[in-house]
């Protein structure tokens, strides 16, 4: 059920063909109808966060180029001029409604950090206080595959427990999820509301294509999965219609709606392990310590059978069987050179090998999201 009356902390994402013409050029009277909507918004006490797009598109149009280039470098600095000419539009339509916004370029390693993540929350919240709106794109002057968070589906729920967000609006150039492929299928079906993102649905997804951008509707079901693990709701809605945004918050039938209040299904900590931060390294555990775990209990030194990577305490590991199988992710208490030291040993064996011993697991179970936590 669509219920909106106590959302405070609202994410609204652009793709890049929500900001562009139909030649593929940034539209600012597009631009400006969202942020009518957005400063309506404001009025009615929700602090918004944009998630944005189109800075590649952007620098395309300042040089002048005919198309977008192919080489990652080009790209690169066609996104720093980009990024700086889609901010002026940006600045120039909220100051329109005396609304002022400030930019945020992020990587996944700005998720992976906790001290950094923390950072950008008590800048996040700073920037509220001051009713300013936060436009967030992901840092692709400098981005590698390495960092990369990918698409800006995943960036916009990979925010909602930093903004702690009531809601997730995807602003898209489809009407939202089908039962079939509407470019293939005139009798496709629009699904209007979601409960849970089971097997069927999943498979409804397909994919697709657009001339700009990276994603399509897998990437949009994976941002509802991570958006409804944490309590979160979301919205996919079409970037054409007119008051999309504030005909969805007035329970209008637009859009797909995926409710998160059937039930929050991950803890923070959980939350942050499973999709804000990447596996440093692995830990090949043998059946036993693998039974175990299943039932939910903490990583020991005595399952533990070896160690791959090279990783620091606190970092985030995957945890391994000896068939090679996924068992769980988790927060470990030593380093990987520890963890091989004390490979194979009794708990109270731990200090006569690292002289000293500051925890008597591996990894806690508290510390710790299962495999079946991870599908869901």
Known sequence: MRDFSNTKRMIIKFGSSSLCDDHDRIDPERILNFIRQIAMLHRRGIQVTVVSSGAINAGVQELKLRRRPNKLSQKQALAAIGQASLMKTYENLFRLFHLQCAQILLNHDDFDDRKRLLNLYNALQAMFDYNVIPIINENDTLAVDEIKVGD?????????PVVNADLVILVSD???LYNQNPHENPNAKLIHDIDEITPAVAAMAGDTDTNVGTGGMVTKLRAAKICNEFGCDMAIINADAENGFLDLMDGKPIGTFFNGKSGRTLSARQHWILYRS????????????AKAIRRHKSLLPSGVVSVEGYFSMSAVVDVIDIQDRLIARGIVNYNSEEINKIKGLKTNEIESVLHYKDYDEVIHANNMVLKKEMQG
């Open 152 to 160: 800006n589906d995943t960036l916009a729920s990979l925010m909602v």
């Open 174 to 176: 489809v009407d939202g």
């Open 278 to 289: 990447r596996p440093r390294g692995r830990i090949v555990i043998d059946d036993g310590c």
